[in-house]
């Protein structure tokens, strides 16, 4: 079984730049949410993908977009970035309708924006 | 809106020492997930809390759910030094599909 992979691992970006970071779901797994954790901080939910259309949205403005293709991997997309989107941003993909419904999380795209 | 408070936020103990962390939610949930995050590490699951009552164990650590105070603990026995890293406990708002996560609990174990 494959875990939940990231890419990139590390990624440095200037102010007003854009960003698409890229997430593999688990095998199985039909659904992807992406998390914003800021150092110091609890993971805060952006989105939610399932069967290639947003499910759930956090706080987040419009210039965090999404995809979910359907081998089930999905991207994220930052426009225009800000100093406060330095974070790392984690993706978790689960099997919708169990009832456990766990999140199962990669290992991390960390951000950093000068 | 669901909101998740953990605490302590900041816990320091002597190893061989037993402890708790509490996790209060806001709002009705109906699953709560304990993770572990080591420095510069994702997320690690620990457990998942189904149902009122519910008590789960493995090694060292136990977690318990109590739907009706709206509050989960994750106790520690016997603390070991590779039981540092940073817990999380999450509660699940189903309507918006998502987790949402308390603050975080930084625990490390001296020896």
């Known amino acids: 079984e494959t875990g939940v992979t990231q890419s990139p691992t590390h990624l440095i970006k200037t102010r007003g730049q854009q960003v698409t970071l890229r997430c593999s779901s688990q095998?199985?797994?039909?659904?992807v949410s992406w998390y914003q954790q800021a150092l110091g901080q609890g993971p805060q939910f952006i989105f939610q993908?399932?069967?290639?259309?947003?499910?759930g949205r956090g706080n987040f403005p419009p210039r965090f977009s999404g995809l979910q293709f359907p081998n089930y991997s999905s991207e994220l997309n930052v426009n225009a970035l800000e100093l406060d989107d330095s974070a790392l941003y984690l993706c978790?993909?689960?099997?919708?309708?169990?009832?456990?419904?766990?999140?199962?999380f990669g290992p991390g795209t960390r951000l950093t924006v000068t | 809106e669901l909101k998740v408070e953990q605490n302590p936020l900041f816990l320091s103990m002597q190893e061989g020492k037993n402890y708790t962390i509490y996790c209060n939610y806001s709002?009705?949930?109906?699953?709560l997930y304990w993770y572990r995050q080591d420095p510069g590490k994702s997320l690690e699951s620990l457990f998942v809390?189904?149902?009122?009552?519910a008590v789960k164990q493995e090694g060292r650590l136990m977690a318990s759910l109590d739907t009706k105070a709206r509050l989960s603990t994750l106790h520690i026995t016997a603390a070991v030094h590779d039981l540092s890293a940073t817990y999380f406990c999450?509660?699940?708002?189903?309507?918006?599909?998502?987790?949402?996560f308390g603050q975080g609990t930084r625990l490390t174990i001296n020896p």
């Open positions: 978790a993909s689960s099997r919708s309708g169990t009832r456990v419904n766990e999140q199962y």
């Open positions: 095998s199985g797994h039909n659904t």
């Open positions: 809390l189904l149902s009122n009552g």
């Open positions: 999450a509660a699940y708002l189903q309507g918006a599909q998502k987790l949402v």
């Open positions: 709002t009705t949930s109906d699953r």
């Open positions: 993908y399932y069967r290639e259309e947003e499910n």
